[in-house]
């Protein structure tokens, strides 16, 4: 069965610091790949997402890219804000069923 | 896109009762999902729901205890039933579009969730 393998937090910055979330999947088919938000007391939002090998996925500051090669989609992001604080969850979708990874907690410094 | 809402919101309920959660979609779909998220941990889905027939449920859900309706394409129901604390979870209801004709890939959308409290 389909499976996303993502990085166990949580996961403590400073403000203005590099942000890398490993996440790395295995499905059948041709899967979509989405990095979904929760922040704190909020329901779950779309990040961003990669429907295809090679595309890169961006929102509000925050890439990822599709990599059939190495079966990856790490969430990335250059300058990571206070305002990042919360959980996010990488997730593929294969044959309309979607898979959710546990969940990076990521907190922000000042 | 699709608008998903649900209601109640949120809720608190004595242990042995019954909760019914509604999911209105604003536009027809195949198929309706139900997940799972329990305080700290990720969606589980509970199940499938597909208008004209009977839910498929994943392994640890059943029917008796998360009973489902589909009665059209926009619509469905999910009950919790006889809860414990156990149950105590955010229910969120999802639907998954193609993106465009002839491309194979999907779109994902959630509802805004319930927030279930047993005591």
């Known amino acids: 069965g389909n499976s996303v393998t993502q990085m166990e937090g949580p996961v403590t910055l400073s403000e203005e610091a590099f942000l890398t979330i490993n996440c790395t999947y295995t499905?059948?088919?041709?899967?979509?790949l989405f990095w979904y938000v929760q922040y704190p007391g909020e329901g779950l939002q779309l990040l961003l997402k990669?429907?295809?090998?090679?595309d890169k996925g961006s929102n509000k500051g925050f890439e990822a890219t599709y990599r059939k090669e190495t079966t990856s989609f790490h969430l990335e992001k250059g300058s990571v804000q206070v305002s990042d604080s919360a959980v996010y969850f990488c997730a593929l979708t294969s044959y309309q069923k979607v898979t959710f990874g546990i969940g990076t907690k990521l907190q922000v410094i000042p | 896109s699709a608008v998903i809402s649900q209601k109640p919101s949120r809720d608190i309920c004595q242990r042995g009762t019954s909760l019914t959660i509604q999911c209105q979609v604003d536009s027809q779909v195949t198929m309706m999902f139900w997940y799972r998220q329990q305080p700290g941990q990720s969606l589980t889905l509970i199940a499938t729901?597909?208008?004209?027939?009977?839910?498929?449920?994943e392994s640890g859900f059943v029917i008796d205890k998360f009973p489902i309706s589909r009665p059209n394409l926009t619509f469905s129901t999910l009950t919790v039933s006889n809860m414990s604390p156990e149950d105590s979870s955010i229910y969120l209801c999802?639907?998954?579009?193609?993106?465009?004709?002839?491309?194979?890939?999907?779109?994902?959308?959630f509802g805004p969730g319930t927030r279930l409290t047993v005591t």
């Open positions: 999802s639907v998954v579009r193609l993106r465009s004709q002839g491309d194979l890939s999907y779109e994902q959308y």
């Open positions: 729901a597909n208008q004209g027939s009977e839910a498929t449920y």
């Open positions: 990669a429907t295809k090998a090679d």
């Open positions: 499905a059948t088919g041709y899967p979509s």
